[in-house]
């Protein structure tokens, strides 16, 4: 079962690694239409995590897995401060479902500051007490999406969890790139799509992973590529991260980063998404600023995968 689904990304990973989803639930109609446009047959739900009865879904009792990949927000702005209650009410929530439905596995993620941060001392001493209560061993640990092949800085805090008899085989997932993909590696193909001359030269300069991508509030306005210091590592890449472009560039467009923002490239809502190794024919519903919303919400799918693979070895001991 898998909740707060966002686009997918959780769920595509967790399908690659072998496990068949029973119920997704989400209140966001968008991705909701995000889901069922891509995984027909999934039995998606679009509701509210606050208002879910499993009793009234009992296809969510006796799963392998409950996994929850909430929505990232922006810890330093004033807005992120009122949602960042709510993410806290959100992860309680699931840790309260897992009273109900007890699965034999928990996976929540997050942004990093859960699993070592201050900021989430309060909820993990909160899990700790519920999980131990409810016969489950845990680990809280870090992984950076850069380490499974995703051309991204994203650094994801994670809690596993297991019934006592399964937790002593499972072992937090090991890298599986040993050299990191580029920004430009991942999209010179898309660059090059409709003959922009200077592809291969911007893809030249953009040789190391993106920056984390960030959905934002639905408080918030337009979509952009995050706070001013992200804004500035996607400029020195030559990239105008102030706002999402609606086309990729075409043999008419004259890049010349040095002379400011208004010639550099913007990036489409279709690249990010590659940005966070969503395959190229999953589709992402809505309009611009919520298609990129679901997008930088999303946990990447490789990620996903190797938190699978490694939860359903531990199972299978």
Known sequence: MDVCSGAGGLALGLERAGFEPKLLLDEDADAYRTLRANR?????????LFDFDPSEHPESYDVDLLSAG???VKSNATAAR????????????????AHAVRPRAVIIEN??????SDRFHDFREFARAELEHLGYEFSWFVLNAADFGVPQDRRQGVLVALKKRWFPAFRSPF?????????????????????????DRWAALAATVAPTLVGGSKNRGGADLG?????RRWEKMGVNAHSLGDEIPGPDFAWAPELGKDRMVRLTVDQTALLQSFPKDWQITGKKTARYRQIGHASPPPVGEALGRAIAHALRS
């Open 111 to 116: 942004v990093p500051a859960l699993a070592d």
């Open 70 to 72: 909430l929505p990232r």
């Open 227 to 231: 706070p001013a210091g992200t804004k």
């Open 175 to 199: 890298p599986t790139v040993t050299n990191h993909v580029s920004a430009g590696e991942a999209l010179a193909p898309s660059m090059r799509s409709r003959g922009w001359e200077d592809a």
């Open 40 to 48: 027909p047959h999934w039995n998606v739900l679009q509701g509210d």
């Open 82 to 97: 009122t949602e960042s209650g709510e993410e806290e009410r959100l992860l309680k929530a699931t840790v309260y479902l």
